[in-house]
């Protein structure tokens, strides 16, 4: 049985590890930290499989892991931590100037980890309010409010007018 239960993970896991780590990149805006939080996602879905396969919505499950994981690594103190003076080279991403990117990321990257969090599931994982309120296990309003403040902050640091309305 226990072999079954193995290859039902790695069925599960292997098509989804490129989406997973996509996601912590843009949590974290490191591929090398990004490596670490899925593993260790991963990992502990891993020790808790018999009874995570039977949830209702496995994917979502799955992204939660992820997500609480960031969030989690952001509360240690290590996390802060700066091993170089300078950041590796790093390949370029098609579609948007590499020094605007850093500028963007930096940004992000200075909000609080649940904006962070709000911010990258809304934006740029393109998922509804309702979807990020059960990943984050809060209510809509207040995933409304975080995209708000985490918004206008981001408009702040970088010197962007809100848009016509004030709303955003």
Known sequence: ???????????????????????????????????????????????????????????????????????????????????????????????QPADERMVVRAALRALPPRQQAVLVLRFLCDLPVEEVSELLGCSQGTVKSQTSDGLAKLRKKLGVLAPAGGGA
């Open 1 to 95: 049985m226990r072999d079954e239960l193995e290859r039902q993970y790695v069925e599960y896991f292997q098509p989804r590890l490129p989406q997973l780590h996509r996601l912590a990149v843009m949590l974290c805006g490191d591929a090398d930290r990004a490596d670490d939080i899925v593993q260790s996602a991963v990992t502990t879905l891993y020790t808790r499989w018999p009874h995570v396969r039977q949830v209702d919505n496995l994917d979502a499950y799955v992204r939660r892991s992820v997500v609480n994981t960031f969030l989690s690594e952001r509360r240690r103190l290590w996390s802060r931590v700066l091993l170089t003076e300078t950041v590796p080279d790093r390949a370029e991403a098609a579609g």
